[in-house]
């Protein structure tokens, strides 16, 4: 792997390990004992004071990508597409912010974490990184990750949500639920960590 990606997966691999150390997990995003030993191994060079630069700096990124494609690209395409707004039908409109999501974050947060990860790894953490076998399979499982969440936000959550408004959908129940069943996740996301907490050496 190069410098870059393997300190991409290392500010990847800091953020995971807050959240395990927290006794929490994310739904979609599991590790197998030895991936999670060299997750550890990897998020040791970076102090906290680092990381939290790399959020900063690729939050900003984000926002300045998606910016511009607000005003490059979904709001001249969507002028070309729906040239009288007021006869422009809910499920069209749905279908192109999908895919606007879906560019954005699908090209736009990796190249976010690419930039950040440059700007921010000093020499320092990138001369105690050192690159080990399975680093690419981790590298390409977390990318997978990544797609596959946004694979769900982009073809579900936002198309759904625009919907329930454009139709003027009662909600109330559904968000009820939705709810719930996060408490639940999160529920079973801490009960699942503090088993893993219990069982590690």
């Given at each position: 792997m190069?410098?870059?990606?393997?300190?991409?997966?290392?500010?990847?691999?800091?953020?995971?390990?807050?959240?395990?150390?927290?006794?929490?997990e994310w739904?979609?995003?599991?590790?197998?004992?030895?991936?999670?030993?060299?997750?550890?191994?990897?998020?040791?060079?970076?102090?906290?004071?680092?990381?939290?630069?790399?959020?900063?700096?690729?939050?900003?990124?984000f926002i300045i990508i998606a910016a511009l494609g607000i005003f490059g690209v979904f709001l001249p395409l969507a002028a070309v597409l729906f040239p009288v707004p007021a006869e422009t039908s809910a499920l069209k409109f749905s279908l192109l912010l999908a895919a606007y999501a879906f560019l954005i974050i699908g090209l736009g947060l990796p190249v976010s974490m690419r930039l950040s990860a440059v700007l921010v790894a000093s020499k320092a953490v990138r001369g105690a990184l050192v690159s080990a076998p399975?680093?690419?399979?981790?590298?390409?499982?977390?990318?997978?990750?990544?797609?596959?969440?946004?694979?769900?936000?982009?073809?579900?959550?936002?198309?759904?949500?625009?919907?329930f408004i454009a139709y003027d959908v009662d909600a109330g129940p559904i968000i009820t639920a939705l709810k719930w069943l996060s408490i639940a996740l999160m529920a079973v996301s801490t009960v699942a960590g503090i088993r893993r907490q219990k069982k590690s050496p």
């Open positions: 190069t410098s870059s990606a393997l300190a991409r997966l290392a500010f990847w691999a800091k953020g995971m390990v807050a959240i395990s150390d927290g006794r929490m739904p979609g995003f599991s590790y197998t004992d030895a991936e999670w030993a060299r997750m550890r191994t990897l998020s040791e060079p970076i102090g906290a004071g680092t990381y939290q630069m790399f959020t900063i700096v690729n939050a900003v990124i399975g680093d690419e399979a981790l590298a390409s499982k977390v990318s997978w990750q990544i797609n596959r969440i946004m694979l769900i936000m982009c073809g579900l959550l936002v198309p759904g949500i625009l919907l």
